[in-house]
């Protein structure tokens, strides 16, 4: 019988973190998407060291690069719910 760790040594301890290797962002992908303009759009969810986690936008444009803006967590919902009342506006 064995009595070593079944833990990944190149996985993070966060079990939510979906980082490999060293790392010190903590980063979990949740979905991307592609804007009429060619970009791709990345939303996670980060946090660095033991502050607490908030909510990244990275932009990933054709060339040059990346943009990644870290929302605290009442900011991106208020930017959820602005996006919510563009969306339904540009729609009617
Ligand atoms: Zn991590």
Not at 65 to 77: G, K, M, P, T
Request: hydrophobic letters at 35%.
């Amino acid at each position: 019988m064995t009595t070593r760790s079944l833990a990944q040594p190149d996985r993070c301890a966060r079990k939510w973190c979906e980082e490999a290797g060293e790392h010190e962002v903590h980063r979990q992908y949740l979905t991307a998407f592609r804007t009429t303009e060619g970009r791709s759009i990345g939303v996670n969810v980060v946090q660095v060291g033991d502050q607490p986690q908030a909510v990244e936008l990275t932009m990933l444009p054709r060339r040059g690069r990346d943009l990644s803006i870290v929302f605290q967590v009442a900011n991106a919902e208020a930017i959820a719910r602005g996006m919510r009342a563009g969306a339904r506006r540009a729609g009617q």
